[in-house]
């Protein structure tokens, strides 16, 4: 049996030209690390009911959320605890959702990593499923998680909308302010 090493390593241009500075850091790319970093987890959770894992990736996104200064109008000007929170549950949230989507993929990026496959050999076989499924890509979020009753609503895209900030943008499809007041919530609890 071959040693394993979980974790995340992840690369945007984009997202590093505006972390020094070449660029207007965007909410886009925030999310898009978010949703990426948060996806192991997400995948133990879907898989096995419960994310024990995860602690690295976790802790990778609570640093790079603290290392953030202000840059743009829209930049959330304090990453505070219930802000990192909230971030961490949407990314988690929105990482779950595509992973249902994209399950053919999914499950062919396990079978490969089963049988020891290469980064290249991993790739290929998620382009394979998605090609096979009729899977491209996605442009618009499939739902969210309304703060409703103790543990949250699910709302498909085109439900009757919410009264409830951000939420209300999110389902009408524009998620650039999407989770900053908290309206999405991951029903993981790392600590059960």
């Known amino acids: ?3 394993v090493s979980a974790g995340t390593s992840y690369y945007d241009l984009d997202l590093s030209e505006q972390i020094s500075g070449m660029k207007p850091l965007t909410r886009e790319s925030i999310d898009r ?10 995948a133990e959770a879907v898989e096995f009911g419960r994310a024990d894992g995860g602690a690295g990736d ?3 996104l ?3 959320l603290r290392s953030l200064n202000p840059r743009s109008s829209n930049a959330v000007s304090t990453w505070n605890p219930d802000l990192i929170k909230n971030q961490a549950r949407w990314g988690a949230t929105q990482a779950v959702l595509l992973l249902k989507e994209y399950k053919p993929c999914y499950d062919a990026l396990v079978d490969a990593l089963e049988r020891g496959g290469e980064l290249g050999q991993c790739v290929v076989a998620i382009e394979e499923a998605a090609a096979r499924e009729g899977l491209g890509w996605l442009h618009k979020p499939l739902g969210v998680v309304l703060e409703e009753g103790e543990f949250g609503k699910w709302a498909e895209i ?10 209300t943008d999110l389902i009408s499809g524009d998620m650039s302010q999407s989770n900053s007041n908290g ?5 993981i609890d790392k600590t059960a």
Request: no cysteine; glycine share 18%; hydrophobic share 40%.
């Open 1 to 3: 049996s071959r040693a």
């Open 33 to 42: 690390y978010s949703i990426i970093v948060m996806g192991g987890i997400a």
């Open 58 to 60: 976790e802790e990778a």
């Open 62 to 64: 609570v640093r790079f």
């Open 158 to 167: 085109g439900e009757e909308k919410s009264g409830n900030g951000g939420t």
């Open 183 to 187: 309206a999405s919530t991951m029903l």
